[in-house]
């Protein structure tokens, strides 16, 4: 998981292991820990309502499903993270978090 500000700062990434499924109180640590204030909305109602409660955000109803708008992550920076990172075949997840 990572996150780049509206300033375009990319924030850390975080890794989860293989098979982790990410829940909302999941989300909602992380948001604590790494990402506040500049964390997007999260589709969860119990992140939505927790976001309501500590952080200015952007509701998830502001933007239609899957406009490029609403995920510039996905149309940006992961086509340039594959381009980096799939050059080479990795061995495992910890040879890609060294790349």
Not at 9 to 29: C, H, N, Q, S, V
Not at 42 to 58: G, P, R
């Amino acid at each position: 998981m990572g996150f780049v500000t509206s300033n375009s700062i990319a924030g850390p990434l975080i890794w989860f292991p293989t098979e982790f499924r990410l829940k909302a109180a999941d989300y909602i640590k992380v948001l604590k820990t790494k990402f506040l204030p500049k964390a997007p909305a999260h589709t969860a109602l119990t992140a939505q309502n927790w976001l309501k409660k500590h952080v200015e955000f952007w509701p998830k109803d502001m933007w239609p499903p899957y406009s490029s708008d609403a995920k510039p992550l996905d149309y940006a920076f992961w086509p340039h993270v594959q381009s980096q990172a799939c050059t080479l075949r990795h061995a495992n997840v910890e040879t890609t978090k060294l790349r």
